[in-house]
């Protein structure tokens, strides 16, 4: 999964997590809390496109 993915995965988590928490429907808010999560994991993640990214970043 790329980097914009991972974006928009943190962008609709936090999102959810915000109505959530709004409308106190903790279930919600958890879910967009472990949704922000994954898409911060997900830009972690080396693309798919540059595999030796993450070896350069380590040199």
């Known amino acids: 999964m790329g980097k ?3 974006l928009r995965e943190r962008i609709v ?3 959810r997590q915000a109505v ?3 409308i106190g ?3 919600l808010h ?3 809390k472990a ?3 994954r898409g911060r ?3 972690g993640q080396p693309s798919e496109l540059n595999p030796l990214k993450k070896l350069k970043q380590l040199t």
């Open 4 to 6: 914009t993915k991972g």
């Open 13 to 15: 988590g936090r999102a």
């Open 20 to 22: 959530g928490e709004l």
């Open 25 to 27: 429907d903790q279930d």
């Open 30 to 32: 958890d879910d967009g």
């Open 35 to 37: 949704q922000a999560e």
């Open 41 to 43: 994991d997900e830009q």
